[in-house]
C-alpha cells in the first residue's frame, strides 16, 4: 500500500534515494524522500508490519535514528489515486476518430490510468476529465486575496481559452484528439468572478468598483526602490532623510546583525527583529532576517522596504541545501551484456553477465567474460577490482585478447613503459612550475567579500571548494594553474569571476580567452555587468568590436588602463601587449588550434592561468594528476535545478509549433537549431509561415559580426522570442529565459554536440524541454540511433559524467596526455592506462598510490554459499556497485562498516549475505596477518602461515582445540566440518593471532618453511 502510495503520488523510482521525490523499493526496506522533508526516511517492512521508520543520510545512505511521524505528501499536483475514475470517463471516448500511431498512446496511458499509474501525461487527463476541479480560492476561501492588475489578468484569461480552442480545433482534425475531450483549463469566467471578489488589488490606474457594485481596496502609489549596489555611505545619507522625513524603514536582509553595525558606523540606529508582528515605528530603521524579489516605496503609508537586491545588488535566497542527485561516476555501475572489458591479467574481453556457479565450495557468483577463439573466463565477483568497463579513443570496437598467449602482457608492458615516460614529463614540469617565481595575492579584501556576496545563487559545495581552491593557489608566491572541471551550467564562471576580480583589485590586469566570438560577447555582458559597482575597466576584444574599438583596446592594455579584458585567440596575438598581466583565464582550451596552446604554455610560466572547462575529468585522471596539475571538478547541481525534460521524435510542424506555443505561453523563450547555413533560410520562411506572430531572429557564423551582434543583443534582451541558428550557441550562451531547444536534423550531431546543447537550456529553477528531431523520410545509421537513444535515457542532472565516457572524456584526456598516447589508450583501456598513470606518478615521487590494489592479497575459498541475491539487492546496478565496493574493503574496520552499512539499506542479511559477510570478515583478518590464503583442499581447511607469524600451540588449544596439525603447506586442519562450530572457532582463532601478534615479542625470524613459527 505504501509502495503504491509513493509510487502512485509522482515520486521517482531509483536504485538509491538522494533527493526530494525519489524513493527505491530493496525487499522488506523501502527509502522515500518526502518533497517536503529535510531528510529522507527508511521504512523497514515485517512481512506486511512496520517494523521501523529511521532518518538516513543521503549521502552516506546511513541511518541517522528513529524519524517518528512522518507526513506523506505527494510529489505532483496531479491526483494519480483517482486514476481509476478517470479512466472510466475516458474509456467513454471515441478512439476511432483517432490516427493509429495516437490511439496506441491513448490505449496506453489508459491502462496506466487504470492501474493508478503516474506519468508524464498524467495531468492532462486529470485535469480534463475530473468533475470535481477547483481553484486556489475553494482551498481559501477565508483567505486574503490581493490582485496583482486584475484587468491583465482578465486579459490573460482571455487569450489562454483563445488559444487553446484553436489548439483544440486543429488536434482534433488532425486525429490527435477524440473530438469529446472536455478542455483541461478552468472556465475564464469562474476564475474572474473568484478574482472579483478579492479585498485587496495592486494596480498603477484607478480601479473602478467590482461587478457587485462593491467598492475594493485599490493600493496605487507604489514606487521603484532605488539601488545602493554595497555604497553603503549613499544608503546611509537616504536611510538619514527619510528618519527625518518620519518614514517607516524596513529592511529585509540575511546579513542582518553585519549591516546594523555597518549602519552604526555611518550613523544609523537600527533595531533587529526575528520577526515583525506591528507595522514599525515612524522614523526607525528595522532589519528583519529573510528574503524578497525587491523592495519598494509606498509614500501614501510612509513604508519603505529595501531588500538584498538594492542593497547589494542581488536576489540571493539561501536555503538549506537539501539532497540532491550526484554523480555516478563508476565505470561498472552501468554495465550491460555484450560491454567490453578489461582484465588486468587477461586482457579485453566480452561481458556475458553475471552468473551463479556451484562448486565444491559453495554456491557463489562470478563474472563470466568471453575471449577471442570462443575462451571464456569466470571471474570471482571479489575480484571485480580486476575488471574494468573498456573505453577507447575511437568508436571501433577493441580486438579481443586470446587467452594463454603473451600478446596481453607485451601490450600491457609498452602501455606501462608509456605511462612512466609521461609521469616523468609531468613531474619535470611540475618540479619547474614549483621553482617559478609568480605574484602572491593578498588575501580577501572588504570589496572581495562584498563582491561575492552579489552572487544571486546558492553556490554549490564542488563551488565553493573550487573558489577557496582558486584564490589559496593565487595567495601562494608561485604561478597558479587550476583546471576547473564541471558539467554544463554547474557554475564554473562564477568561480572565474572571484578570482578575476581579486587579480584586478589588486592592479593586476586579467585576459579571458574564450573560443568563440559570441561567447566572448556573452562573457564580457557578465564580467561587466558584475563589476560595474567597482572602479574597474572591463573590455571586450574580438571580431565584433571595429578596428578603431580594438586599436584604443590595445592601448588601453599596454598603458595599464584596462583592467580586464575578454576576448577570442585574437588576444593571443603579438601586437596584444599589457602593463602588467597576472591572471590568464582560459575557457575551453581543447577547442584552441596548436598554435594557441604553444603560446598558453608559455604564458603558464610566468602568470597565474585558470582554465575552465565542461570536459569531465574522469576519476581515474583526476587521481594520476592531482599534484602536479591542480584540478577542481565541480559535480553538485546547482539549488533548485531541474533535468531537463528530452524528447527525441521524427520532425513535424504540428510538434514544433506546440513546443514554442507552449514555451513563449509561459513568458520564455526558444531555441531553434538548424545547423545548415544553405538551407537557413528556407526554414526561417517555414517558421514565419507556421508562426506568424511570433518574433523570430536568425543567427549564424557568416553573418557580419555586426549583424550577429545585433541579433544576439535583440534576443538576449527578450525583444525576439526564437532564435533560428547554427551550432553557434553550442559553447557557453547562457540566457535563463530560455527554456526550450528544438534541435533540427539531431543525427548529424555527436553525442558530445547534443548533450552541449541540452545544456544551453535548464540554467535556472524553471522546468526546461529539449527536442532532438530527425526527418522521417531519412534513414538513420545505427550509430546515430545509439546516440539519440543515449541522450534520451542519461537525461538526469549531471549525466555528461556518464554519457560522455566515449566523446567528452576521451576528448579530455586526448588533450591531457597527447594524441602520441591513443595507441596505447586503445590497446589497454582509458580507465588502465591512466591507473598505471597514477601509479607511475606515485612511485616517482615516492609515495604510496591512491589506486585500488590490484594484487590479490589473501584468497579466502571457504565452503559456504555467498553472494547477493537479485531479490534482496533490488536492482543489478546496486548489486554491480556493491560488489565493487566489497571487493575495496581491506581492514576489518572497513569490513564491519559496510556490513553494517548492507544491513542498513537492505535489511537483515539472508544466509547467503551473512556468508558473504563471514568470507570478508575471515580475509580482513588474513590481510591484517599477511596470511596468502585460507582454502579448503578435499576435507581439510588449509591456511597458509607467512614466514614471521608465530603461532603458539597454546593458541591453538585453546581456539580450535586438537584438530589442527602441522604441514609443508601450513596449517591443516583435517575434517574441519565434522566441527558445527568451525566457523566461529577459525575466526576465534584468526582474532588470537591478531592480539598475540600485536602484543608480543617476535622472536627473530625464521627461514621460510612454509608454516612460518608453528610451535
Not at 210 to 228: L, T
Not at 601 to 621: F, H, N, S, Y
Not at 724 to 748: K, M, Y
Not at 892 to 911: H, K, N, S, T, Y
Amino acid at each position: 500500500l505504501v509502495f503504491r502510495f509513493v509510487a502512485g503520488g509522482g515520486s521517482e523510482s531509483h536504485p538509491s534515494v538522494e533527493g526530494p521525490g525519489e524513493f527505491a523499493h530493496r525487499g522488506g526496506i523501502v527509502d522515500i524522500f518526502p518533497p517536503d522533508a529535510r531528510l529522507p526516511v527508511r521504512v523497514d517492512f515485517f512481512g506486511d508490519e512496520i517494523e521501523s521508520v529511521r532518518h538516513f543520510d543521503p549521502e552516506t545512505q546511513r541511518s541517522l535514528g528513529p524519524a517518528g511521524d512522518v507526513l506523506m505528501t505527494p510529489a505532483t499536483e496531479v491526483p494519480i489515486w483517482l486514476g481509476e475514475q478517470v479512466a472510466g470517463r475516458l474509456r467513454e471516448l471515441d478512439f476511432d476518430s483517432l490516427r493509429p500511431e495516437d490511439r496506441v498512446v491513448w490505449r496506453r496511458h489508459l491502462e496506466q490510468l487504470e492501474g493508478n499509474q503516474y506519468f508524464d501525461d498524467a495531468a492532462f487527463y486529470t485535469m480534463s476529465l475530473l468533475p470535481d476541479a477547483a481553484t486556489l480560492f475553494d482551498y481559501a476561501p477565508g483567505a486574503l486575496a490581493v490582485v496583482d492588475e486584475p484587468d491583465q489578468i482578465a486579459v490573460a484569461a482571455r487569450d489562454a481559452e483563445m488559444a487553446a480552442a484553436a489548439n483544440r480545433e486543429r488536434l482534433t482534425a488532425n486525429g490527435e484528439l477524440p473530438a469529446s475531450f472536455a478542455s483541461p483549463l478552468f472556465p475564464g469566467a469562474k476564475i474572474m468572478q473568484g478574482l472579483d471578489q478579492a479585498q485587496v488589488r495592486l494596480t498603477f490606474v484607478p480601479g473602478l468598483p467590482g461587478e457587485d457594485g462593491a467598492s475594493r481596496a485599490v493600493v496605487e502609489g507604489f514606487q521603484a526602490q532605488p539601488p545602493y549596489a554595497g555604497r553603503l555611505q549613499h544608503m546611509a545619507e537616504d536611510l538619514l532623510a527619510l528618519r527625518e522625513a518620519r518614514a517607516r524603514m524596513l529592511i529585509v536582509s540575511y546579513q542582518g546583525r553585519r549591516l546594523r553595525h555597518l549602519l552604526a558606523e555611518q550613523g544609523v540606529a537600527a533595531e533587529v527583529l526575528e520577526s515583525l508582528d506591528e507595522p514599525p515605528r515612524a522614523g526607525s530603521v528595522t532589519i528583519i532576517a529573510g528574503t524578497l524579489a525587491e523592495g519598494w516605496r509606498h509614500a501614501p503609508s510612509d513604508l519603505v522596504l529595501v531588500s538584498d537586491a538594492e542593497l547589494f545588488g542581488r536576489k540571493r535566497i539561501r536555503r538549506i541545501r537539501r539532497g540532491a542527485r550526484g554523480v555516478d561516476r563508476s565505470f561498472l555501475a552501468d554495465l550491460e551484456k555484450d560491454d567490453y572489458i578489461v582484465h588486468v591479467e587477461h586482457g579485453v574481453g566480452q561481458f556475458e553477465g553475471i552468473v551463479q556457479m556451484s562448486e565444491g565450495s559453495g554456491e557463489r557468483e562470478y563474472l563470466a567474460i568471453s575471449y577471442a577463439g570462443e575462451d571464456r573466463l569466470y571471474v570471482p565477483v571479489d575480484q571485480i577490482g580486476r575488471v574494468q568497463k573498456y573505453v577507447g579513443i575511437s568508436e571501433r570496437a577493441p580486438r579481443l585478447s586470446r587467452l594463454g598467449t603473451a600478446d596481453w602482457t607485451r601490450a600491457k608492458k609498452k602501455a606501462q613503459q608509456s605511462a612512466e615516460e609521461i609521469a616523468a614529463e609531468l613531474l619535470d614540469i611540475y618540479a619547474a612550475r614549483e621553482l617559478a617565481k609568480g605574484y602572491a595575492f593578498p588575501e580577501d579584501s572588504p570589496w572581495q567579500h562584498e563582491f561575492d556576496e552579489k552572487f544571486p545563487f546558492i553556490e554549490t559545495p564542488d563551488q565553493l571548494e573550487a573558489i577557496n581552491d582558486a584564490k589559496a593557489d593565487m595567495e601562494r608566491a608561485r604561478p597558479m594553474d587550476r583546471l576547473i572541471a564541471g558539467d554544463v551550467g554547474y557554475g564554473k564562471t562564477e568561480v572565474a569571476l572571484r578570482a578575476v576580480f581579486k587579480a584586478a583589485m589588486n592592479n593586476k590586469q586579467v585576459a579571458v580567452l574564450v573560443p568563440t566570438t559570441v561567447l566572448a560577447q556573452q562573457h564580457y555582458d557578465t564580467f561587466a555587468f558584475r563589476m560595474r559597482d567597482y572602479p574597474l575597466r572591463v573590455e571586450l576584444l574580438s571580431r565584433f568590436r571595429s578596428r578603431p574599438e580594438q586599436s584604443e583596446v590595445l592601448a588601453g592594455l599596454a598603458a595599464g588602463d584596462v583592467n580586464v579584458v575578454v576576448g577570442t585567440h585574437r588576444l593571443l596575438q603579438k601586437d596584444v601587449k599589457f602593463a602588467d598581466l597576472g591572471l590568464v583565464v582560459v575557457d575551453e582550451e581543447q577547442r584552441f588550434g596548436v598554435k594557441q596552446k604553444e603560446r598558453l604554455k608559455d604564458l603558464r610560466r610566468d602568470v597565474d592561468v585558470l582554465t575552465l572547462t565542461a570536459t569531465p575529468i574522469p576519476r581515474t585522471m583526476h587521481m594520476a594528476l592531482s599534484g602536479l596539475r591542480e584540478i577542481s571538478v565541480i559535480e553538485s547541481p546547482p539549488e533548485r535545478r531541474l533535468a531537463v525534460k528530452t524528447y527525441v521524435a521524427g520532425y513535424s510542424d504540428a510538434i514544433a509549433a506546440d513546443a514554442i506555443r507552449s514555451e513563449l505561453a509561459r513568458g520564455g523563450q526558444v531555441y531553434f537549431l538548424h545547423n545548415r547555413i544553405q538551407t537557413i533560410g528556407t526554414w526561417e520562411e517555414r517558421l514565419r509561415n507556421l508562426l506568424p506572430d511570433v518574433d523570430i531572429v536568425v543567427g549564424h557564423g557568416q553573418m557580419p559580426p555586426r549583424d550577429l551582434e545585433e541579433v544576439m543583443y535583440r534576443f538576449a534582451r527578450g525583444d525576439a522570442q526564437v532564435l533560428l541558428s547554427t551550432a553557434i550557441i553550442e559553447n557557453g550562451l547562457d540566457i535563463p529565459n530560455v527554456n526550450t531547444i528544438i534541435v533540427n536534423d539531431a543525427w548529424r550531431f555527436g553525442l558530445a554536440q547534443l548533450y552541449q546543447l541540452r545544456g544551453r537550456v535548464g540554467r535556472s529553477a524553471t522546468q526546461a524541454y529539449a527536442y532532438f528531431l530527425y526527418q522521417k523520410n531519412h534513414t538513420l545509421t545505427e550509430e546515430a540511433q545509439k546516440r539519440l537513444q543515449t541522450i534520451l535515457e542519461a537525461s538526469e542532472l549531471g549525466a555528461g559524467f556518464r554519457i560522455a565516457l566515449r566523446d567528452l572524456e576521451i576528448r579530455g584526456a586526448g588533450s591531457l596526455l597527447g594524441a602520441e598516447q591513443h595507441g596505447h589508450v586503445s590497446t589497454v583501456g582509458f580507465d588502465l592506462y591512466t591507473r598505471m598513470l597514477a601509479s607511475a606518478v606515485d612511485r616517482l615521487r615516492g609515495k604510496e598510490s591512491d589506486e585500488p590494489d590490484l594484487e590479490i592479497r589473501a584468497v579466502v575459498d571457504l565452503p559456504l554459499a555467498a553472494y547477493l541475491p537479485d531479490a534482496y539487492m533490488g536492482t543489478y546496478a546496486a548489486k554491480i556497485r556493491e560488489y565493487q565496493r566489497l571487493a575495496r574493503l581491506r581492514t576489518i574496520g572497513e569490513v564491519e562498516e559496510a556490513i553494517a552499512d548492507i544491513r542498513d539499506r537492505f535489511g537483515d542479511l539472508p544466509e547467503p549475505v551473512a556468508n558473504l559477510a563471514y568470507l570478508l570478515r575471515i580475509k580482513a583478518r588474513a590481510i591484517a596477518l599477511e596470511i596468502p590464503s585460507i582454502t579448503v583442499y578435499g576435507r581439510e581447511l588449509i591456511i597458509r602461515v607467512p614466514t614471521g607469524l608465530h603461532v603458539s600451540r597454546g593458541v591453538l588449544l585453546n581456539e580450535i582445540g586438537r584438530g589442527p596439525r602441522r604441514s609443508h603447506q601450513g596449517l591443516l586442519w583435517p575434517n574441519f566440518q565434522r566441527d558445527r562450530q568451525w566457523q566461529t572457532k577459525l575466526l576465534s582463532l584468526l582474532d588470537a593471532l591478531l592480539r598475540w601478534h600485536d602484543h608480543a615479542d617476535a622472536p627473530p625470524a625464521q627461514a621460510a618453511t612454509g608454516v612460518g613459527g608453528v610451535r
